[in-house]
């Protein structure tokens, strides 16, 4: 029994702290103290867990976040979401659900570029939202697309949650997992598109017109220098000229840039952009200076070890045991966000799925894709929030619409969790 105190501590303190209240980073740190002061008196506990927070950031690898940050702020301030929504229009505009169809193309191109979903949410609600009324579409649905395909931004690279996955699972190659989550993102969007197209049908919402040859070839010119960011990083990555670390800075230079061209980015506005994308990484930064020392204090109480061998213990099954994780971490993205549960939960179920044969760069994504179903879920859903608040409607509107969306992304979700080459094709094509 006492094996089971540090567990239930750790756990119920936990989720008190949440039911009361407290910021997410601080229940995090206050349960993982009161968790160490199970096997060591108070001081030591509050030295250790505050030491663990500070070494827990002395990450070259972490250097990468407050760079993608930035280069997400300056892309969604820099004109570059109007060049893409005017490109994915030329392309799916034609189509029934038109209008859906452009909003998740463009977040999957802007995710692409960007990483950043609450970014991609924002640009593409404020965007595409008023143009969608304006043609019919209920608002409600235009929201409940904005918010679910907003979430592909952080499977298809860069992501900065798979780089902090890669830190979580102790050095999993950041190129390796770039490469593995353009599948599972696309296939995503693929479902969340098809979703679109018959709900359009069904609600009767009027088609756009048929681009020609030449207004394609346009708008792809004028996109270009957008989309050739993600030729810069992600190719430099794969090819080793550069570390992803390096690659978040050619990125911030690289938009800074392509700003100030399209005359969308101003020296003036320059300070506003710095201190916004600073706010955003200081937040994130704690989560997971926070994260990592809970995760110290669960290895240092052999937590992980317990729980792995309880699910072992249910079953050696794949099927089941990949099964039951699916739904833990399902249940957990609808309370945490989505930083703390890859740190807090890839050391439990890491050494659970490699004892079962599993390629640790094919977990990395199954987990990330489990977590954006959380994002657009209440209480915690920062793009659910991001999503409406630019809408100016409401959570209770908004479910009814994006019921058969969620449904879209867990189906995605069970064919990339059971059919690995989804994941691992392209990283093995490319010899990782």
Request: proline share 6%; net charge neutral; hydrophobic share 55%.
């Amino acid at each position: 029994m006492m094996e089971y105190i540090p567990i239930l501590v750790l756990i119920l303190s936990f989720i008190y702290l949440l039911s009361i209240g407290t910021p997410v980073a601080w229940s995090i740190a206050i349960s993982s103290t009161l968790t160490m002061m199970v096997s060591i008196p108070m001081l030591p506990a509050l030295t250790t867990v505050s030491q663990r927070m500070a070494t827990g950031l002395d990450s070259f690898a972490l250097l990468a976040i407050p760079f993608f940050v930035l280069s997400g702020e300056l892309m969604n301030r820099g004109g570059i979401a109007h060049r893409l929504i005017a490109f994915a229009k030329t392309l799916v505009g034609a189509f029934p659900g038109g209008l859906a169809l452009i909003n998740v193309m463009a977040a999957m191109l802007m995710g692409a570029i960007a990483g950043s979903a609450m970014a991609s949410a924002s640009a593409m609600g404020s965007i595409l939202g008023p143009e969608m009324e304006k043609e019919g579409y209920s608002k409600e649905f235009g929201v409940a697309v904005n918010i679910t395909s907003a979430t592909t931004g952080l499977i298809i690279p860069p992501s900065n949650v798979l780089i902090v996955y890669s830190l979580a699972s102790g050095g999993v190659s950041i190129a390796a997992l770039f490469l593995a989550g353009y599948l599972p993102g696309m296939l995503t969007g693929l479902f969340l598109m098809i979703v679109a197209v018959i709900w359009a049908k069904k609600k009767n919402y009027p088609l756009g017109k048929r681009s020609s040859l030449k207004e394609i070839l346009k708008t792809f010119w004028q996109a270009l220098p957008s989309l050739l960011l993600l030729v810069v990083v992600i190719g430099g990555i794969v090819s080793g000229v550069f570390t992803a670390t390096e690659a978040s800075a050619i990125a911030v230079l690289y938009t800074l840039i392509l700003g100030f061209l399209y005359k969308e980015i101003s020296i003036k506005s320059l300070p506003k952009i710095l201190l916004d994308s600073s706010s955003t990484s200081a937040i994130v930064m704690l989560l997971i200076a926070a994260s990592m020392s809970m995760s110290w204090v669960m290895s240092y109480e052999n937590i992980p070890q317990s729980i792995s061998d309880e699910l072992l213990g249910i079953s050696d099954n794949r099927i089941v045991i990949l099964l039951i994780i699916n739904l833990i971490l399902l249940f957990v993205g609808i309370f945490m966000d989505m930083t703390p549960a890859v740190l807090i939960f890839t050391p439990i179920f890491l050494p659970v799925v490699t004892k079962l044969g599993m390629d640790p760069t094919h977990f990395g994504i199954i987990m990330v894709l489990n977590l954006c179903i959380g994002l657009c879920t209440p209480p915690v859903g920062s793009v659910l929030f991001v999503g409406v608040g630019v809408a100016k409607t409401t959570i209770q509107k908004v479910i009814k619409p994006l019921l058969p969306l969620f449904l879209a992304m867990v189906v995605a979700l069970f064919l990339v969790t059971y059919i690995p080459e989804l994941t691992l094709w392209l990283p093995k094509l490319f010899g990782y």
